[in-house]
């Protein structure tokens, strides 16, 4: 029983590790499904966070927050979109720069509305949520339940993004896009809005992301806090094979390394050593996915159709 | 091409000057007296402007690193990690390797390209040359160097009694002599100008340049035309990644004389910016950098006015370095106004008619 106590804490702590990792996750698998990579998840993240704390602060209720983080992650995907899709740039050079652009904005605003540098102000973040019935059985309660609203919020999210892409119409189009744009666009559909469309839904999930990271148990903004959260849900995505659930397992990986990390640090083990773990976990990731791995064909790919482009010819 | 693609970077950089013109009036700054400080501080006294040259001499390497693996289609985005073994290893042979002044160096930064060549090498070994994967594997990279080096230094060559995590001073042979002890501008200025002028050569010049450039134009016609497109690539990235860590080599051996951790202010990332405005020229790079490194020494040097910061100098890098990827930025406004003519019904009075 004391094993299946302490499995059932390890596994708790590790899903709460992972929430913010998954819905960055999500973002990615959403807009490389649409064959628009996002690598500016990690900025975004932390510009979204920065925001989420802002309207806590101001307004006092998390939601609140969720919306601004949500809000702030759509801006930035729509720059990300504008950039990548109507005017042809290169996306991962776009994402870079999305990673500069985020946290820079955020460290300045913070500097003339807090006049603080490094750490915001404490901010009520989200309680955590008891469900009346699981909650009091022993070793499922702990897993099941006790998360903060957001965290299940994540779970919903996977849920809904899986049957998005692989139920509807849409999904059936935004995933033909990302693998062979030219024919979605016989069919009639405009491939830049649809395009367009998917990279601000993810946008939204990556603001989410950063809200969750800052209100779910911080409970503060700090500078750079993601630490890497961003790209690890870059690779994550990859694991996942773009698609969401494969996505939130191959996030749980992560996750499940992180708090095992935290359980070796007991042990004595050097603490950069241990950090290294879910990254070397990563690139073994890749050499083994590799082998099978089936990307969006289009993926990163900018798409210029004749009849529907909304500029004119390059180089003229 | 080549002018219109030069006119198309300035242009973009123009827009993104004026957007964070705008974005620091949003935070309650005066645009025109933050460009004027960033003129004054680099050009205000011949010591400054020395400093200036010395904040450039990393992002030449950076970016001539970005610059080579860009144009032969390899996104090698692990530059921040590169820069970091690069400068450690280079430390390391400093530390251990007693030798007189000019072979001291030599070796030291030979080291440091080494260093940084196998850490690129190692992710494509990993990931092969597919985009997606390169770049995951690249950056999972750049956190396992930055954790790396901070055990290597706590562990094995922690000053005693220093608070923070760094090495002792290394040999006298070692150190990357100044021109000037009252500036950081070193003899790393060498090191810069030979590797343009190497790359330069490489790539124009030699048959195995031209490979990598159409590698980098399209590599599933040069798989098609017999190329070892995998070796290639490894190569490139051999090259990008020694290119980036003598950045970190020169600025660790010459200002610092010691690897002090987080000595990197994230120039990794900031080869690729300048780069990209550099459109992947070597010799563009030279510009872009001096551009960039005016910047940096505004935003170290003038932090303690907080007349320029940190965060605004990333902002702006975001800014160019977006708008300069974007290629059609200035065909979809050129667009829009013509949209805007024709919806408004005045042509030729757009701006009037605009608001």
Known sequence: ?316 | MKKTRIRLSLFSLVLALVLFGLTIRFTGREPFGVYWSILVGSFGSIKSFLNVLAYTLPLIMTGLGAAVAFQSGVFNIGGEGQVLVGGLASVIVGLTVPLPAPWGYLLALLAGFLAGAGWAVLPTLFAGRNLASLSVATIMMNSIASLLTEYIVKTFFQRPGASNTETMVVNEGSILPRFFPSTQFNYGIFVALICVAAVTWMLYKTPFGFSLRAMGENARAMQQAGLPIYRRTLVAMFISGGLFALGGSIQCLAVYKRFVMGFSPGYGWDGITVATLAMNSPVGVLLSAFLFGMLRSASISMSLTSQVTTEMISVLQGLIVMLVASPDVWNVLDHLLQWLKLRIGHPGKTKGAAE
């Open chain 1, 1 to 316: 029983m004391d094993f299946w106590i302490s499995f059932a804490n390890f596994f708790a702590s590790a899903i709460r590790l992972t929430a913010p990792i998954a819905l960055g996750t999500l973002a990615c698998t959403i807009s490389e499904r649409a064959g628009v990579i996002n690598i500016g998840i990690e900025g975004t993240m932390l510009f979204s966070g920065f925001c989420a704390a802002v309207g806590t602060y101001y307004i006092g209720s998390p939601w609140v927050g969720l919306l601004c983080g949500c809000m702030a992650g759509a801006l930035l995907a729509v720059i990300l979109g504008l950039l990548a899709i109507y005017c042809n740039g290169q996306h991962i050079v776009i994402g870079i720069g999305l990673n500069l652009f985020g946290p820079g904005f955020a460290y300045m605003m913070m500097r003339s509305l807090w006049d603080t540098t490094g750490i915001s102000p404490w901010i009520a973040g989200f309680q955590t949520l008891t469900i009346p019935g699981i909650a009091s059985i022993p070793v499922l309660g702990t897993m099941l339940s006790g998360y903060p609203a957001c965290v299940y919020l994540g779970f919903l999210a996977v849920a809904i993004m899986q049957y998005l892409l692989k139920k509807t119409a849409w999904g059936l189009r935004v995933r033909a896009v990302g693998e062979n744009p030219a024919a979605v666009a016989t069919l009639g559909i405009n491939v830049y809005h649809l395009r367009m469309q998917a990279v601000v839904l993810g946008g939204v999930f990556a603001g989410m992301a950063g809200a969750v990271m800052c209100l779910s148990s911080a409970n503060v903004f700090v500078n750079d806090m993601s630490a890497g959260t961003g790209f690890m849900a870059f690779a994550a995505n990859q694991f996942g094979q773009w698609s969401p659930v494969g996505g939130y397992f191959a996030t749980l990986l992560f996750g499940v390394m992180s708090a095992l990390r935290m359980r070796l640090q007991s042990f004595g083990v050097a603490t950069q050593l241990t950090q290294m773990m879910p990254y070397l976990a990563a690139l073994i990731g890749i050499k083994l996915t590799g082998m099978r791995m089936r990307a969006p064909a289009a993926n990163g790919a900018p798409y210029a159709h004749p009849l529907s482009m909304p500029c004119k010819q390059r180089g003229k």
